[in-house]
């Protein structure tokens, strides 16, 4: 495992380093993808491959939270939303 540690800008931007930047093939004008899962946060291109790597990462996921359908993922994004903002105010 390596780590690597950049500086946040007041603006919020943090400069990817370059070695992760060539791991996932990022070129300039390409999207990144945060993903948070259990307290980790994941980045990945924002590539039909990184969204293939993604929907790994998370398979069974919709069954452990009982998402069966559109309505069901609707509702669970609606309840985490409102309980975010309970804990913003």
Known sequence: MEIETER?????????PARIRK??????????????????????AGTLEALDELQKLFAGVAAQLNVKNDEDAVALSKSIRSEMNRHKK
């Open 8 to 16: 946040m800008t007041s603006k919020g931007q943090v400069t990817i």
């Open 23 to 44: 791991l996932l093939g990022l070129k300039p004008g390409d999207n990144v993808t945060f993903v948070q899962r259990d307290g980790q946060v994941y980045i990945c």
